[in-house]
Nanobody
Framework: VQLVESGGGLVQTGGSLTLSCAAS????????MGWYRQAPGSQREFVAV???????NYADSVKGRFTISRDYAKDTVYLQMRDLKPEDTAVYYC???????????????WGQGTQVTVSS
């Protein structure tokens, strides 16, 4: 599966951005889709996830500011980010779980990343 992200950029503190990630190149069903981020010198961390059933979960650091949504028909996930802070600066990566009958869900599917920079 290929995951292509878009929507990153430079924004001032308090601003908003919306990231998109479209999955393609597989005939298997896409399960959960989510977002992770990695700041310079830090490990990649969980941001938000949307399950195949529509349940969502967020990291505490983004709750109330970020909203994840899905377009199931297009296998696309979005991350609406508002009230951005300098500590949100990172490369944001899309992740997807691919479901193959009879096998564990394959979560090792990542996009190339999109840079989000929040200036103070």
């Amino acid at each position: 599966v290929q995951l292509v992200e878009s929507g990153g950029g430079l924004v001032q503190t308090g601003g908003s951005l919306t990231l998109s990630c479209a999955a393609s190149g597989t005939t298997f069903r896409i399960g959960s889709m989510g977002w992770y981020r990695q700041a310079p010198g830090s490990q990649r961390e969980f941001v938000a996830v949307s399950s195949s059933g529509g349940a969502t979960n967020y990291a505490d650091s983004v709750k109330g500011r970020f909203t994840i949504s899905r377009d199931y028909a297009k296998d696309t996930v979005y991350l609406q980010m508002r009230d951005l802070k300098p500590e949100d600066t990172a490369v944001y990566y899309c992740n997807a779980g691919v479901i193959v009958t009879g096998r564990p869900v394959n979560y090792d599917n990542w996009g190339q990343g999109t840079q989000v920079t929040v200036s103070s």
